[in-house]
């Protein structure tokens, strides 16, 4: 920071041309050395830097002032290690001009000292304290930063204002300047006004010096607050009968609900009273309130009206507190927040219970789980609305959906009946999961999918249970229909060779004739019964007529079912031969395929099942038929285009269209037997269809999702089909953490990057098995094809191909029937493989491939391996001719040997995905889900729903905000949200942050309450009030009689008393507001004299002290919340008129003489700032400001000496507070 | 001197040299026949720039399409992304849209770095110009370079750019974000440096 200083000790340097007092040689060049400025004169130059740039010493600032309105600036400076906060106070209003009487000699004043003088400024309604105790309408405040150690003694104060007057005189700033002494809350100040001529020393000290008659202004403060209508009329709140259900849980709750008027400040004033007339004591008094001349009133609105979204958030967050405390254990401090609790049922007027009932137990489980109790209502499941941002932000979890339900119905359930409640709720709701889990129910409201990382964790939880629960919904599901099914494939299988159908046919051929070049087609005719296999299978199975009159066309990349009918054929053939084997089915697949049926209408339901099953079959097999007729026409296409491409494409299609031949030879008699059965039937004609095909050709690939462009296998010559492969499993986010950590453990050698690779390959292994298993022969080079086309490298056409197939592909047994040998590999590498397994599963939970599975596979290959061989002789023929077609080799990193790519290779074998062991254990993940939910302690599971639950509240409050159209809550929300998106996790940390959301929320609550229910409703309040208040003076017209008039007159005071500061009454006595106020006055009075009477028996010990406190008194009973309190009989203030005397007038305005009335003014102010100390502390100010007095008047003493009595004095306070 | 831990992430086509360029940075090497990564892989470099130690988790991708489910939870707590394309081949210049929509979804950070890295100029067969790279790396705010792995050009720079970059990014950089969580949720503490919960270790 560039620093202005200017050596106070050479008066002012000519360069700062702006100062008042510039000297005569201004016209010498010298260097100003600023680097040995002592901190004190560094602190003065800050000083009149902050005067000059706040233009203080402008002359003509105070034309300015009148009509200013209220502002303040605000700038730090420091003393050495010191910070000081300046604060230059602006206060609003009019100022009477030439108040100190006519023209030049009161422009010799400064404007300081005539606003003092200004009767006009007597009683501001709303200002700063020293604005009402001089009368001030612009000032200086000079106060230690909030926290820093404040300025005790006698010698730092003087040292300050010397500060002050040196930068006073070289700015001639003419403002008023005060420096705060002792703490803050004392309120008390020195300083000191300069002008040319005259100066003003404020002190704390009350000194007055009589000087002829004295004119006195009084006004006398009566807090009303004590109103008899104690229950308030507001928006329906917390039924206490009603008990939980749905609709109640299912909202937070939002508004204020304790009454908005707190008090109403009732001043009576008499501007102008000459002392002599006027008696005022402890036992007498003139000052009659209902005799002075204008009454103020202000309304004093609740400050923290508790809104109940508020005190729900509020309540919640509490027991979280008690994480942050060290050492506790998370069961015992249970008797905090019972006590807690039980003050807020209180404050919601609820009786307290021990505990949740059952019914409400039931009736939040229900409106969790609705599908729990009424089987029939299927719960959609939640859409993200338009405020995903939000979730995104708050990182919690969509509206309405069962983590949301589920932090909103815990919040209130404990906010209502408390944290034992809650936990019991919490209970309910693990066994209700679990119960789930082990039924096989999905959970309601919760989106299916993998795990959002978008949202909080608890919600990823449920996700993952719900994915587990699903998956074991489907494994199930298909278990039973396997089941079903069982017997009819092994009956069906053997005859399904001679099973040819004619509406295959027919189909088959319409659609052929339809996409296709008619030579096309002549073609295919022509190969008859020269199986390779290829498509064949399916072929037949898609031509179930039912499925074709049932399911309309569907989108290729909707292809999960295709796979299905390969894999029911699996089932069926296994079933036959090995029965012990149950894990058949991947989730994800069927998963697929229900959507599908969804999509197409059809409603699953048990009975019909099978032949829903076939049906959707169907659907699949006809998709897969329009693939193939797109293929088709892709090839034709690709004729045209290049010589190379229409090769291969025909080959294709020679292999398809042989395969549809002998399948439809073969299906037609079992179609026919089979064709009344009904819906059923699609599902095993297929299969049946299949089976035979696949015993008959050995080349059927298994679990086949879709062809694989126009690629062929390079061996076979055979098109290549994308596997049905198994997805990743889901995970939450914790577990990515977790995984990740463990990855980043393992370090960055070379051999940590080859374990990482080998941990993450479980994917790539399952992903190769099934490539394998849909396409028997395959090599390395088709895989790497299809999963990293860019790591083929295309060979340049017309060069010889042959050769190159041969050292690439044929690199493993040279030209001699490539499936063969890949078959017979297989079986070499079981061991190997499993060996290799092992080693993985020493590694963690990456292993993949278990051993019961093993077996499986076992028997698979055999199969292959027989297979292979029954028909390897075509394959020779067929492999040799097309093998032509593909040129090209690996990339360079993929042809390395010694690659984990071809070592997971080398150990994959040909299982199709169902046949796999399952990447997600739905077993494993759902109890972990379980276990981590059910082991969660009470603050954890809080901390867990804090966010959700924000978001929820801030949901709540934006839709208010939008409903109403509000203006004022935005801005609040807007912090509170992206206070909001600053945390990363819910931690114990972060509670401070939440806090303060919370804290945010609330202020939102409750100016929304004030916009919408509170104005309306204090007017209301206070209507009741002032109604009360005309009962009680009697004055009720009772006829009616003029009542319109008075009304509205009360109508206008009670807008005057919401709109403006305050409601100035000239007519006390006499208007209709006025006799209402007289009649709250006296009602307030009667009760203060009985509660008075009260305390003063209470507290005989302070009796005295309080007495000749006089109206104080009431102030230090803790329970005064309906007392009535003239509060002071302060305020009287002494003009004094004899300032023209002395150049040194000593003194603020002059208070009454007596110390006790002093008091009590101070008091009074103390009162007005809502300070909220109490009666002794106050009393210790009063008495700590004699002292000072004392001091003073001991004059300067050296500064460490002061501060050391400074603080003995502190001490004998404590002791005499304590 | 201040020690920061950055989380990098490298991400692109298959193929185009993302491992290469690692490797190229963190050990001044070149291996043509690299394997092709399975999963994710992961080194460490501490640089010093701007007094600060910086110590680089950098989060090696595999390109392929299957390895893309497997992927994103990497990209949680990403203060940085390099962003590869090959300049030989326009393909995956044109699969960049694909890789900046999966980095929208999964990324954690709103204001992560995003650098834009044109690999392998040292190839003759240029398929994508400078300009273009450019104008994608413009119109989507990210940083841009071409390098080569190969032949070590602009390698280091890209680094360096990408963590002086983070660094002036005061939500991805703050003093004050760090705080060691004792939260049964957050990341377990681990000896090796990975970002504990997405936020800057400034110890």
């Known amino acids: 920071m560039k620093r202005k200083i200017v050596a106070p000790m050479e008066q002012v340097s000519e360069q700062e041309g702006d100062a008042a007092s510039s000297g005569g040689d201004a016209g010498i060049f010298e260097i100003t050395d600023f680097t040995n400025a002592s901190p004190w004169e560094s602190f003065i130059a800050d000083l009149e830097g902050l005067f000059r740039q706040w233009e ?17 600036k605000t700038e730090r400076i420091g003393y050495s290690s010191r910070k000081f906060v300046v604060t230059l106070e602006v206060e609003g209003g009019q100022r009477e001009k030439g108040v100190l009487g006519n023209g030049a000699a009161a422009a010799e004043w400064p404007a300081a000292v005539r606003e003092m003088m200004d009767s006009s400024r007597d009683f501001p309604p709303r200002a700063h304290h020293l604005a009402r105790w001089y009368g001030l309408s612009q000032f200086v405040v000079i106060c230690p930063t909030e926290g820093a150690e404040s300025l005790h003694s006698q010698a730092q104060a003087n040292l300050m204002l010397s500060s002050v007057s040196i930068a006073i005189t070289n700015t001639g700033c003419t403002t008023p300047v005060f420096v705060q002494l002792h703490q803050p809350w004392r309120l008390v100040y020195v300083g000191m006004c300069g002008s040319d001529r005259v100066r003003v020393d404020y002190s704390g000290s009350v000194a007055t010096v009589k000087m002829g008659p004295v004119q006195v202004a009084v006004r006398f403060l009566y807090v009303l607050r004590h109103w008899s209508l104690d229950d308030w009329p507001v928006e329906p709140l917390v039924d206490v009968d009603r008990g939980f259900d749905g609709e109640y849980l299912g909202k937070l709750r939002v508004g204020a609900f304790t009454d908005p008027v707190k008090e109403l400040h009732l001043s009576a004033i008499w501007p102008r009273l000459t002392e002599e007339l006027v008696t005022d004591n402890g036992t007498f008094s003139d000052l009659n309130p209902n005799h002075a001349s204008v009454w103020t009133v202000t309304l004093h609105l609740t400050e923290n009206a508790s809104c109940i979204l508020g005190v729900t958030a509020e309540s919640y967050s509490k027991p979280l507190d008690r994480l942050t405390s060290p050492g506790s254990t998370l069961a015992s401090p249970l008797f905090q927040s019972v006590v807690y609790t039980a003050t807020q049922r209180m404050e919601l007027g609820r009786t307290p219970e021990e505990n949740i009932t059952e019914k409400d137990l039931e009736a939040v489980v229900k409106f969790l789980f609705p599908d729990a109790y009424d089987s029939n209502q299927r719960t959609p499941s939640p859409t993200t609305q338009g405020d995903s941002d939000l979730v995104v932000k708050l990182k919690s979890a969509p509206l309405d959906s069962l ?36 039924n096989a129910i999905s959970l309601p409201h919760i989106p299916e999918g993998p795990p959002d990382m978008k949202c909080c964790i608890l919600h990823q939880k449920l996700q993952m249970l719900n994915c587990s629960i699903l998956h074991k919904i489907k494994h199930q599901q298909a278990q039973q229909q396997h089941d079903r099914q069982q017997p009819r494939v092994n009956h069906v299988a053997p005859y399904a060779n001679e099973s040819p159908s004619p509406a295959l046919k027919t189909h088959h051929g319409s659609s052929v004739s339809q996409c296709m070049p008619p030579n096309s087609t002549t073609t295919t005719m022509e190969r008859n019964g020269t199986s390779t296999g290829g498509g064949t299978g399916r072929e037949g199975e898609r031509m179930c007529p039912q499925s074709d009159g049932a399911v309309p066309t569907r989108p290729i990349s909707n292809s999960g079912s295709g796979s299905r009918p390969s894999r029911r054929d699996e089932e069926g053939r296994r079933s036959s031969g090995d029965q012990s084997e149950d894990e058949f089915f991947e989730a994800l697949e069927d998963h697929d395929a229900e959507e599908e049926e969804d999509s197409g209408g059809i409603t699953v339901s048990s009975s019909s099942q099978v032949g829903e099953r076939g049906l959707e079959e169907g659907g699949g097999e006809e998709e897969e038929k329009m693939e193939g007729e797109r293929e088709r026409k892709k090839g034709s296409g690709g004729k045209v285009e290049g010589k190379k491409e229409g090769e291969e494409t025909r080959g294709k299609m020679e292999g398809e269209g042989e395969g549809e031949t002998n399948s439809v030879s073969q299906q037609q008699t079992e179609d026919r037997s089979d064709e009344p059965v009904g819906g059923a039937v699609g599902g095993d004609e297929g299969e049946g269809g299949r089976a035979g095909v696949v015993g008959g050709s050995g080349r059927e690939g298994m679990g086949r999702l879709q062809q694989c462009g126009d690629l062929v296998i390079i061996a076979t010559g055979e098109p290549m089909y994308i596997p049905v492969t198994q997805e990743h499993p889901p995970l939450t986010e914790d577990h990515v953490w977790e995984q990740q950590a463990v990855m980043a453990r ?14 993450q390959s479980s994917s790539l292994m399952s992903d190769m098995q099934a490539f394998k298993a849909a396409n028997p022969g395959c090599q390395l080079e088709d895989f790497v094809r299809w999963y990293s086309p860019r790591d083929w490298e295309e060979g340049e056409e017309g060069e010889g191909e042959g050769e190159v197939e041969e050292m690439e592909v044929g690199g493993e047994g040279g030209g001699e029937g490539g499936p063969t040998k890949a078959a017979s590999k297989f079986d070499v590498d079981e061991g190997e493989g499993e060996g290799w397994e092992e080693e993985e599963g020493g590694g963690g939970e990456w292993g993949v491939i278990g051993e019961g599975e093993r077996s499986g596979g076992d028997s698979e290959s055999d199969r292959n391996d027989q297979q292979h061989k029954d028909s390897s002789k075509e394959h020779e023929t067929a492999s040799h001719t097309k093998k032509k077609f593909v040129s090209g080799r690996l990339s360079l990193r993929m042809r390395q040997p010694g690659g984990l790519w071809w070592e997971v290779w080398s150990v994959a074998e040909p299982v199709p995905a169902h046949r796999q062991k399952k990447l997600f254990d739905d077993t494993r993940e759902a109890e972990k889900v379980l276990h981590y939910l059910a082991g969660l302690k009470t603050a954890e599971l809080g901390l867990l729903v804090l966010p959700v639950l924000t978001h929820c509240a801030v949901h709540a409050l934006r839709e208010r905000h939008a409903a109403h159209r509000l203006s004022s809550s935005e801005s609040h929300l807007t912090d509170a949200v992206s206070l909001l998106s600053s945390i990363p996790h819910p931690t114990t940390d972060s509670l401070p942050k939440f806090r303060e959301v919370i804290s945010l929320l609330s202020q939102t609550e409750h100016l929304q309450a004030r916009a919408l229910s509170f104005m309306p409703a204090a007017g209301h309040s206070l209507r009741l009030k002032l109604a009360q208040g005309l009962d009680l003076s009697g004055q009720h017209t009772g006829d009616g009689k003029g009542r319109g008039g008075a009304d509205s007159e009360i109508s206008a005071g009670i807008e005057v008393l919401l709109q403006e500061p305050e409601l100035v009454l000239q007519d006390p006595t006499t208007s209709r507001t006025g006799l209402a106020l007289q009649g709250l006055l006296a009602a307030q009075v009667a009760t203060r004299d009985l509660e008075e009477q009260e305390v003063s028996m209470r507290k005989i010990r302070v009796g005295a002290e309080h007495r000749r406190c006089g109206k104080g008194a009431a102030q230090g009973k803790p329970a005064n919340s309906a007392a009535a309190h003239r509060e002071a009989s302060g305020g009287e203030r002494e003009r004094e008129r004899k300032g023209e005397k002395g150049e040194k007038k000593k003194g603020q305005r002059g208070r009454d003489e007596s110390a006790g009335q002093n008091r009590a003014t101070r008091a009074k102010e103390v009162k007005w700032e809502e300070r909220g100390v109490t009666g002794e502390e106050r009393e210790g100010n009063s008495q700590e400001e004699k002292r000072n007095q004392e001091d003073k008047k001991k004059g300067g003493q050296e500064g460490q000496r002061e501060s050391e009595r400074a603080q003995e004095k502190e001490k004998r306070k404590k002791k005499d507070r304590g | 001197m201040e020690n920061v831990n950055l989380k990098v992430l490298i991400i692109g086509d298959s193929g185009i040299g993302k491992s290469s360029l690692l490797l190229r940075f963190v050990n001044d090497t070149f291996d043509p026949d690299q394997s092709a990564t399975i999963g994710v892989d992961f080194k460490v470099k501490t640089i010093v720039l701007d007094q600060k130690r910086v110590k680089l988790s950098i989060w090696d991708t595999a390109g392929q399409e299957r390895f893309r489910t497997l992927t994103p939870s990497y990209y949680r707590g990403a203060h940085g992304v390099i962003l590869v394309y090959d300049v030989s081949s326009r393909g995956s210049f044109q699969n960049l849209e694909t890789w900046l929509n999966e980095l929208d979804t999964y990324a954690t950070k709103k204001d992560l770095v995003k650098m834009l890295v044109g690999n ?56 004050e974000e760090h705080r060691q969580t004792l939260d049964p949720l957050a990341p377990p503490p681990s000896d090796v440096s990975w970002c504990g919960g997405g936020s800057c270790t400034v110890t």
């Open chain 1, 56 to 72: 203080l010493a402008r002359p003509d600032y105070e034309q300015s002032l009148s009509g200013g309105i209220q502002h303040r």
């Open chain 1, 403 to 438: 983590t949301c339900r589920l932090a909103k119905a815990l919040a209130i359930v404990n906010t209502e009946c408390g944290v034992k409640a809650m936990c019991k709720v919490w209970h309910e709701v693990t066994l209700e999961l679990r119960y789930r889990w082990e």
């Open chain 1, 746 to 759: 393992l370090g960055t050698s070379e051999e940590a990057t080859r374990l990482r690779a080998k941990m």
């Open chain 2, 120 to 175: 392998k100029i040292d190839k003759e067969s240029r398929e994508v110009s400078r300009s273009d790279g450019l104008q994608f790396a413009r119109r989507n705010s990210m940083l841009f370079i071409e390098a080569s792995a190969k032949t070590r050009d602009g390698v280091q720079q890209a680094f360096q750019e990408l963590v002086q970059k983070i660094l002036q990014t005061p939500s991805l950089y703050s003093a």
